[in-house]
Nanobody
Framework: QVQLVESGGGLVRNGGSLRLSCAAA????????MGWYRQQPGMEREMVAT???????DYTDSVLGRFTIARDNTKNTVSLQMNNLKPEDTAVYYC????????????WGQGTQVTVSS
């Protein structure tokens, strides 16, 4: 089972920036799509951004132009640069990675809190 370790997050003012990082404990395993999801209190977890092994990215509309996802396939890491943060971005952010040859499995990080004050 792949273990993901997140870092970053914290408290920032409206319009500020934060960077989230996530690293897989195992570097020998080949990860497929990686991404970031977030969950607000009482809400379902939602996709924020994903990136495939060839670098193809996908973003939820609300973060387009403000967030940038990147990955390093040699180190099995993924990051999320968040600029121009807004109070509605406040949530717990989770790193996700898919892996497997036949069956596809999903690994999740422990979550990191991002709070944007108005």
């Amino acid at each position: 089972q792949v273990q993901l370790v997140e870092s970053g997050g914290g408290l920032v003012r409206n319009g500020g920036s934060l960077r989230l990082s996530c690293a897989a404990a195992e570097t020998a395993i080949s990860l497929k799509t990686m991404g970031w999801y977030r969950q607000q209190p009482g809400m379902e977890r939602e996709m924020v951004a994903t990136i495939s092994t060839d670098g193809t990215t996908d973003y939820t509309d609300s973060v387009l132009g403000r967030f940038t996802i990147a990955r390093d396939n040699t180190k099995n890491t993924v990051s999320l640069q968040m600029n121009n943060l807004k109070p509605e971005d406040t949530a717990v952010y989770y790193c996700n990675a898919r892996y497997g040859a036949g069956s596809i499995f999903a690994a999740w990080g422990q979550g990191t809190q991002v709070t944007v004050s108005s």
